[in-house]
């Protein structure tokens, strides 16, 4: 089992930047990738940002060069940086840890807002 705990989301205005934290606990030995997922009311969840064993990334196009994902090993963290925030950037943000059984484990979800 893997538990997970984010931090970070909140309201702020177009072109402005929020850090989103997720700690993981548990059997994280077993990780092959973890990662961020967004979803907006009345859409399909999708994936935001990921991170994997190898440190590689992969990124939405919608986010390439406004957002990074890094990982601290020694904290069992991974962020998510995003910078030039949009409205529809809107949505509630869920961090991700999958296994090398392919199993996955979901956060409980941060609001993320960007209004005027």
């Known amino acids: 089992q893997v538990q997970l705990v984010e931090s970070g989301g909140g309201l702020v205005q177009p072109g402005g930047s929020l850090r989103l934290s997720c700690a993981a606990s548990?059997?994280?030995?077993?990780?092959?990738?973890m990662g961020w997922y967004r979803q907006a009311p009345g859409k399909q969840r999708e994936l935001v940002a990921a991170?994997?064993?190898?440190?590689?990334?992969t990124y939405a196009e919608s986010v390439k060069g406004r957002f990074t994902i890094s990982r601290d090993n020694a904290q069992n963290k991974v962020y998510l940086q995003m910078n030039s925030l949009k409205p529809e950037d809107t949505a509630v943000y869920y961090c991700?840890?999958?296994?090398?059984?392919?199993?996955?484990?979901w956060g409980q979800g941060t609001q993320v807002t960007v209004s005027s």
């Open positions: 991170i994997f064993t190898g440190d590689s990334t």
């Open positions: 991700n840890f999958k296994n090398r059984a392919a199993v996955n484990y």
């Open positions: 548990g059997s994280i030995f077993s990780m092959y990738a």
